[in-house]
């Protein structure tokens, strides 16, 4: 029996810990509110993220990140992207020496444009063997309802996505692949989040599908553009965490990027629809990295332009969507 912490009792986080903790390993989930670690271990389940899901009755939850983290052979961490550093350097005096961190996060850090993979490379001092991901179609509501649903497991180390593969195989329920392309497995999961606010405020402008099918097109070939340039495989794109992770994310009601993007294109503020908002919006916060790494590199990114001038910078959706049509015409595939 594998021994697994995971860290953070969010919607995502919750979830694959019930996926582990179904397949047979012995799970622990940490959580920083008492309250809720103590519904859980009441077998109440996770009433402020995953309503009226039944938890399986192995799981455990605690506060203790050393409690978490005894033994643990993969760490999980499902945190927010932009609280990882501060997290994980009070955390790290208590990973097992051999332990393998796994990250769910789908951001670029604030400041040093960096994947999450690399901030847990940098704060935990472990070679990148030790670090994997784990990335695509996967809206936390549908497979806590048991919906099939696919990922990729992404490391360097084949050996370890293998091993991490089988520790989430739960068929008929959750099936992962294996990728040895962490750069582009990362990026395709930070980068859609961009997309799908932008889509979400075409939705809320009222636009129809043409142009939400546009912004998805284009918006793989702003993800594919940006992964090239950083060494990622172009294939990855087309795979479960491009194009799969940037569907899901782009057409669900249940993908919070995209009711953001909604909510802002129906004419709320910034502030409204982030004080109406329970969960964190990873895009909100990672459009303006992105835009900053897509520049290092001199990839052109227009929609993760005008996305960040929308959130950030106070130009309007019709603004955007001007900017956007009025562009110079280009090749299809320019840049690529």
Same mark, same amino acid.
């Given at each position: 029996?594998t021994?697994?912490?995971?860290?953070?009792?969010?919607?995502?986080?919750?979830?694959? +810990?019930?996926?582990?903790?179904e397949?047979?390993?012995?799970?622990?989930?940490?959580?920083?509110?008492?309250?809720?670690?103590? $519904?859980?271990?009441?077998? !109440?389940?996770n @009433?402020?993220?995953?309503?009226?899901?039944?938890?399986?009755?192995?799981?455990?939850?605690?506060?203790?990140?050393?409690?978490a983290?005894?033994?643990?052979?993969? %760490?999980?961490l499902?945190v927010? &992207?932009?609280?990882?550093?501060?997290?994980?350097?009070?955390?790290?005096?208590?990973? @097992?020496e051999?332990?393998?961190?796994? &990250?769910?996060? !789908?951001?670029?850090?604030?400041?040093?444009?960096?994947?999450? &993979?690399?901030?847990?490379?940098?704060?935990?001092?472990? @070679?990148e063997?030790?670090?994997?991901?784990?990335?695509g179609?996967?809206?936390?509501?549908?497979i806590?309802?048991?919906?099939?649903? +696919?990922?990729?497991?992404a490391?360097?180390?084949?050996?370890?996505?293998?091993?991490?593969?089988?520790?989430c195989?739960?068929?008929?329920?959750?099936?992962?692949?294996?990728?040895?392309?962490?750069?582009g497995?990362?990026?395709?999961?930070?980068? !859609?989040?961009?997309?799908?606010?932008?889509?979400?405020?075409?939705?809320?402008?009222?636009?129809?599908?043409?142009?939400? +099918?546009?912004?998805i097109?284009?918006?793989?070939a702003?993800? *594919?553009?940006?992964?090239?340039?950083?060494?990622?495989?172009?294939?990855?794109?087309?795979?479960?965490?491009?194009?799969?992770?940037l %569907? $899901? &994310?782009?057409? *669900?009601?249940?993908?919070?990027?995209?009711?953001?993007?909604?909510?802002?294109?129906?004419?709320?503020?910034? +502030?409204e629809?982030?004080?109406?908002?329970?969960?964190?919006?990873?895009?909100?916060? *990672?459009?303006?990295?992105?835009?900053?790494l897509?520049? !290092?590199?001199d990839?052109?990114?227009?929609i993760?332009?005008?996305?960040?001038?929308?959130?950030?910078?106070?130009?309007?959706?019709?603004?955007?969507?001007?900017?956007?049509? *009025?562009?110079?015409?280009?090749?299809?595939?320019?840049? %690529?």
């Amino acid at each position: 029996m594998t021994r697994i912490a995971v860290f953070g009792t969010g919607s995502w986080g919750t979830t694959f +810990a019930m996926i582990l903790a179904e397949v047979g390993n012995q799970v622990t989930l940490w959580g920083r509110r008492p309250e809720l670690v103590q $519904a859980i271990n009441d077998g !109440k389940g996770n @009433p402020d993220y995953l309503p009226g899901i039944e938890l399986p009755r192995g799981l455990r939850a605690t506060t203790s990140p050393a409690e978490a983290l005894d033994g643990a052979e993969f %760490v999980v961490l499902a945190v927010p &992207s932009q609280t990882l550093r501060g997290n994980l350097a009070a955390w790290r005096e208590h990973i @097992p020496e051999r332990a393998v961190l796994v &990250s769910l996060m !789908k951001g670029i850090e604030v400041g040093t444009t960096k994947r999450m &993979s690399e901030v847990i490379r940098e704060v935990a001092g472990v @070679p990148e063997a030790r670090v994997a991901v784990v990335s695509g179609p996967n809206l936390a509501p549908e497979i806590a309802q048991r919906q099939p649903a +696919a990922t990729v497991v992404a490391c360097t180390d084949e050996g370890v996505a293998n091993r991490l593969q089988q520790a989430c195989h739960l068929p008929p329920w959750f099936r992962p692949y294996t990728n040895l392309d962490v750069v582009g497995v990362e990026l395709g999961g930070a980068v !859609k989040n961009v997309i799908a606010l932008a889509v979400g405020v075409a939705v809320g402008m009222g636009m129809g599908d043409n142009v939400s +099918a546009m912004l998805i097109t284009r918006g793989l070939a702003e993800i *594919s553009r940006l992964g090239t340039a950083l060494g990622a495989d172009p294939h990855t794109f087309s795979g479960l965490a491009g194009m799969g992770d940037l %569907v $899901a &994310s782009c057409t *669900s009601p249940l993908a919070r990027n995209r009711t953001f993007g909604e909510n802002l294109g129906r004419g709320m503020t910034l +502030a409204e629809v982030t004080a109406a908002t329970r969960q964190t919006v990873e895009g909100v916060k *990672s459009c303006e990295s992105v835009l900053e790494l897509a520049r !290092k590199h001199d990839v052109e990114m227009p929609i993760t332009e005008v996305v960040v001038g929308v959130v950030h910078d106070g130009m309007s959706p019709k603004e955007a969507g001007m900017l956007l049509m *009025s562009r110079t015409p280009k090749p299809e595939r320019y840049g %690529v």
